[in-house]
């Protein structure tokens, strides 16, 4: 764990849970893309960097989910580096609440409130920043989250971020997170397109060849949406559509299941009821879903 992994002249790697990316711009001098999840990882990652005599010049979030921005603070206490990170995103990033707040609906009991979900706050610059590397191509990623982006190094490296979930994960799991499921499918079928030497996805293997692995994510996102409109054949209430998600994909409920899942469903209801394949009825004080 927190191996050094070369991928392109300029672009690197550190295989953790999420995958950290290192630009180097010159022999001495890099650019993080991502953090990892807490200032451990960040006294990790710096020891990477001061094996290679590396310095930090900044940190380039592709989004701001806990486990990408939880070293933010500990860098940007230790050395003062910028922050780059665009749209919500920064919004987030500056005031982490809003991630378990967001998912939960409401203010977020303590179960919700550690590092998993609750990142440290960090200050950011938008990428518009005139000290933002201008050799570095930003790529619009949303649907995962709400203004995600990956990265384009000179070498011709493309970090992913969170668009794609691994073959094992969807194997084992079956539902990755998603914000936006309309945005993600567009997300993946522009990624299945992309020309790239490597594309380094944060929670899959690094590969030349993403077409396969977007595919794949394509297929399990339609897969949960024909089992949704299965579950919903007749008026059900949410909380019996997310127990009928949970035993169809074999998941054990607690907070964090119910609030990631719970929430990727609510996604997909509103994208289902939009594209007329859902309708909502109101009876007795409930809201009820059910197949059109």
Same mark, same amino acid.
């Given at each position: 764990?927190?191996?050094?992994?070369?991928?392109?002249?300029?672009?690197?790697?550190?295989?953790?849970?999420?995958?950290?990316?290192?630009?180097?711009?010159?022999?001495?001098?890099?650019?993080?893309?991502?953090?990892?999840?807490?200032?451990?990882?960040?006294?990790?990652?710096?020891?990477?960097?001061?094996?290679?005599?590396?310095?930090?010049?900044?940190?380039?979030?592709?989004?701001?989910?806990?486990?990408?921005?939880?070293?933010?603070?500990?860098?940007?206490?230790?050395?003062?580096?910028?922050?780059?990170?665009?749209?919500?995103?920064? =919004?987030?990033? @500056?005031? &982490? !609440? #809003?991630?378990?707040?967001? /998912?939960? $609906?409401?203010?977020?009991?303590?179960? %919700?409130?550690?590092?998993?979900?609750?990142?440290?706050?960090?200050?950011?610059?938008?990428?518009?920043?005139?000290?933002?590397?201008?050799?570095?191509?930003?790529?619009?990623?949303?649907?995962?989250?709400?203004?995600?982006?990956?990265?384009?190094?000179?070498?011709?490296?493309?970090?992913?971020?969170?668009?794609?979930?691994?073959?094992?994960?969807?194997?084992?799991?079956?539902?990755?997170?998603?914000?936006?499921?309309?945005?993600?499918?567009?997300?993946?079928?522009?990624?299945?397109?992309?020309?790239?030497?490597?594309?380094?996805?944060?929670?899959?293997?690094?590969?030349?060849?993403?077409?396969?692995?977007?595919?794949?994510?394509?297929?399990?996102?339609?897969?949960?949406?024909?089992?949704?409109? =299965?579950?919903? @054949?007749? &008026? !059900? #209430?949410?909380?019996?559509? /997310?127990? $009928?998600?949970?035993?169809?994909?074999? %998941?054990?409920?607690?907070?964090?299941?119910?609030?990631?899942?719970?929430?990727?469903?609510?996604?997909?209801?509103?994208?289902?009821?939009?594209?007329?394949?859902?309708?909502?009825?109101?009876?007795?004080?409930?809201?009820?879903?059910?197949?059109?």
């Amino acid at each position: 764990m927190y191996e050094l992994v070369q991928v392109g002249k300029h672009s690197y790697y550190i295989n953790c849970p999420a995958k950290i990316g290192i630009y180097t711009s010159d022999h001495k001098h890099v650019y993080l893309i991502d953090s990892g999840n807490d200032k451990d990882a960040g006294r990790k990652v710096r020891q990477v960097l001061d094996q290679q005599e590396w310095s930090l010049v900044a940190i380039l979030n592709t989004h701001s989910n806990a486990d990408h921005i939880g070293g933010n603070r500990y860098w940007q206490t230790q050395t003062g580096c910028k922050i780059f990170s665009g749209g919500m995103e920064g =919004d987030f990033t @500056r005031h &982490p !609440i #809003l991630e378990p707040s967001f /998912l939960y $609906g409401g203010y977020p009991c303590k179960e %919700l409130r550690h590092k998993f979900l609750l990142a440290q706050e960090s200050e950011t610059s938008e990428f518009s920043d005139a000290s933002f590397p201008k050799e570095i191509e930003i790529i619009p990623l949303p649907g995962h989250f709400f203004d995600m982006v990956g990265f384009r190094t000179p070498d011709n490296t493309v970090f992913l971020a969170d668009c794609l979930s691994s073959e094992a994960t969807l194997d084992k799991y079956g539902i990755p997170f998603i914000y936006d499921v309309g945005a993600y499918l567009e997300t993946l079928t522009k990624v299945e397109a992309m020309q790239a030497n490597m594309f380094v996805p944060s929670h899959a293997d690094a590969t030349s060849d993403i077409r396969v692995l977007a595919h794949y994510n394509q297929e399990k996102v339609l897969a949960v949406a024909n089992h949704l409109l =299965d579950i919903c @054949r007749s &008026p !059900i #209430l949410f909380e019996l559509v /997310l127990q $009928g998600i949970f035993n169809r994909y074999g %998941l054990t409920m607690n907070f964090e299941q119910y609030v990631l899942v719970g929430s990727t469903i609510r996604s997909y209801l509103s994208w289902m009821k939009d594209a007329d394949k859902l309708r909502v009825l109101f009876a007795d004080g409930q809201l009820l879903w059910e197949t059109v």
